[in-house]
């Protein structure tokens, strides 16, 4: 059974999921708010990550209930995405795995969300409408589900 634990915060939001085999064992994230109006600057969210990070960290291991010995693998959020945040996580994720002695995956932003939907869903050849940006997606299957039958 793999365990994965991967870091994601491409934009506002920073969350870090452990999954084993599919299944999603936690997933906690913080996510960095501006006064009404006002958008979020690239440096400000990175601060607010460097700030959370090692909490949310925490957070996944425990709703978990794993150690780091247990995970088999650190994935990451390589990019599309804000720089600083990117930059931000990335290093976290690196020294993870250095210390923990794990194999790194860097992860497409977009291809993420197009799997995630794939999991979640279920739809084993999805036919798939990213929209970036608001991460909206519009997904079904060609191609019916044998056990529906």
């Known amino acids: 059974m793999t365990v994965v634990i991967g870091f994601e915060g491409s934009a506002n939001k920073i969350g870090i999921g452990i999954i084993r085999d599919g299944e999603v064992l936690s997933n906690p994230r913080r996510?960095?708010?501006?006064?009404?109006?006002q958008g979020f600057m690239p440096s400000d969210t990175a601060r607010h990550h460097?700030?959370?990070?090692?909490t949310v960290l925490k957070e996944a291991l425990e709703?978990?209930?794993?150690?780091?010995?247990?995970?088999d693998c650190v994935a990451y959020t390589k990019?599309?995405?804000?720089?600083?945040?990117?930059?931000?996580?990335?290093?976290?994720?690196?020294?993870?795995?250095?210390?923990?002695?794990?194999?790194?995956l860097g992860v497409n932003h977009c291809i993420g969300?197009?799997?995630m939907g794939r999991l979640i869903t279920k739809a084993n050849n999805p036919t798939v409408l990213y929209v970036s940006g608001g991460n909206t997606q519009v997904g079904f299957s060609l191609i019916p589900d044998k056990k529906s039958h």
């Open 113 to 115: 969300h197009i799997e």
């Open 50 to 54: 460097r700030a959370v990070i090692l």
């Open 79 to 104: 990019g599309p995405g804000m720089g600083a945040p990117l930059v931000t996580v990335a290093i976290v994720a690196r020294t993870v795995a250095q210390l923990w002695g794990k194999p790194l």
């Open 31 to 37: 996510t960095y708010i501006t006064p009404p109006g």
């Open 63 to 71: 709703q978990a209930e794993l150690k780091p010995a247990d995970i």
